[in-house]
């Protein structure tokens, strides 16, 4: 039962994560800062951080 859960959850197609259009976002970080982001989109820097992370396009570089 959750896992059919989590499947409807995923395949929802408004495309949101933290309540943010995610064409927009990926549209608008290829040049904002992730300060300009969280302004932008009315999220807290570590949420930019952790939708960032999500989507594979974290900042940090490894060493």
């Known amino acids: ?3 059919a859960h989590q499947g409807r959850r995923l395949a929802r ?3 949101n994560l933290f309540g943010v ?3 927009q976002f990926i ?3 290829a040049v904002l800062s992730n300060f ?3 302004q932008e ?3 807290a820097l570590k949420d930019v951080r ?3 992370k999500q989507m594979g396009r974290d ?3 490894p060493s």
């Open 27 to 29: 549209e608008k970080e």
């Open 13 to 15: 197609s408004d495309m």
């Open 59 to 61: 900042s940090i570089s």
């Open 41 to 43: 989109f009315g999220l």
């Open 21 to 23: 259009n995610l064409h």
């Open 36 to 38: 300009e982001l969280a």
């Open 1 to 3: 039962m959750r896992t």
């Open 50 to 52: 952790n939708l960032k």
